[in-house]
């Protein structure tokens, strides 16, 4: 009898329990810590923000416009002080790490503190997304009263976007850009070179993109697309005003198709497949014109990274066996073969870009060139060989992880759909992505690996609803994955979120894939070549 009440109480009380927590936050990423205090906050006509000198007027200008053009939750900014409002306060001793925050929402304030300006602007989206689902009461915005203590797993939470084999252009990076601002990611990796076309102006080298800027991966003859050097510094501001560093790719020695359609005196030749795929690592003049491109590249990107590539040589390296300048080059520096040429070239470049004053970004293919782990960063993308993973980290590089599966955005993510990729019949579904990292990536990887990325690449994403179709929702569940504990990750709790945040998508009329209903939503055709 006894215990049957015991027990009728636990499951009452586990019953509210689970549904607290649960439903405590509306937030993606879900925050740290939230505990629920009591009231609300209620919404007046305006809101005001204020924060102590002036060191914080353009995050919060960025903030006003962010909130209101893309929010727009009918939220005013008032610069008169009035009541009610949210204070900024930066806090040197804070718990958190560097891009954490604490936010208290009472009564009649919101308060967010933190130590850096990046955990300031964080708090502030979290503020944002609970504008987004604030509830109404007698006409009003209300949101509940808690506080909330908040910082991020990874310092790495990464979009890579490759616009070469297909261009989307500045309005749709933009809004990219926003919603990764939303969901606290805070790497666009922008992949700008490869077989199909150059994307980035080079002044000092123009063909690059009048001649090399023509074409896309369906299309070789469709007009140049491409982004002028005024672009980039837009693109770049927009992005440093929501806390995104964009890293750039300019990738070599092979995906250099294009640059060798415009400047053909310095291809390595291909293969039969992949024609003119390589740049010539024989000849002296090939470092000297890609070092004066990584110089232009790096005075346009604050970022403290330059992306080389390095991935999938062997496409297109044929020629290279029976090139007199690359048989001489391999006497006279004493390399056995073409694995060892092409090291042999990624070390000059990766020289090149630390003497510019830039650290060197390259993918898993570059671990064995002996590049200096101070300087070097790899980014992990072939799933199937974990052994790479090891093998970078006995070599002391930092890393950030992409497999293939599932980080891979051009790989399907229902059984059902047809145009996306897949490897031995796998696919990235969205509780794969949220999942990620398993257990598996044991605990003597997390000092080296700083973070994750999700890769959009465009072999068959030829449009902007294709493009939405294969990057929403599985944003979301990334960023939850990148910043989210892995204690606090709830797949199903999650799922709920989500629901919400798809309103925001739908506001934007984004062509977004359904999980809740996949029969319904019509996957994008993808032209498979
Ligand atoms: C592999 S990831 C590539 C890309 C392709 C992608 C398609 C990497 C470094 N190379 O060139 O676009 O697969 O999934």
Redesign the pocket.
Known sequence: MYSKIILAFILMFSVVFTTARDGKSTIIPLPDNTELTTGMFVFKNKLSIDAPGNEMDGLIRSYKSFMNNFIDAGVRFSEDGGIPSIQLELEENSECNMEGYQLEISPLKMKVTAPCRAGLFYGLMSVAQLVMSAGEENGKKVIPCCIIKDQPRYAWRGLML?ES?HFFGKEKVKQLLDYMALHKLNKFHWHLT?VPGWRIEIKQYPKLTSVGGIGNYHDPNAGAKFYTQEDIAEIVDYAGERFIEIIPEIDMPG?ATAANRAYPEFSGGGSEKYPEFTFHPGKEGTYGYLTNILKEVASLFPSEYIHLGG??VHFGNHQWKTDPDVQKLMKVEGLGNLKEVEQYFVRRMADSIVHIGKKVIG?DEVTGSGLDPESTLVMW?RHDKPYLLDSAINNGYQLVLCP?IPL?F?FDQHETHKYG?RWGGAFCDIEKVYSFPNNKIDSRYNEKVIGIQA?V?T?RIQNNKRLDFMTFPRLSAMAEAAWTNEENKDYLAFMGRLKKMIKRYQKDNIYYFNPFDPEKTTEPEGIKK
């Open positions: 490759d084999r490869d995906h991935d999938e993918w993308w293939r891979y051009d990729r890769n690449w072999e």
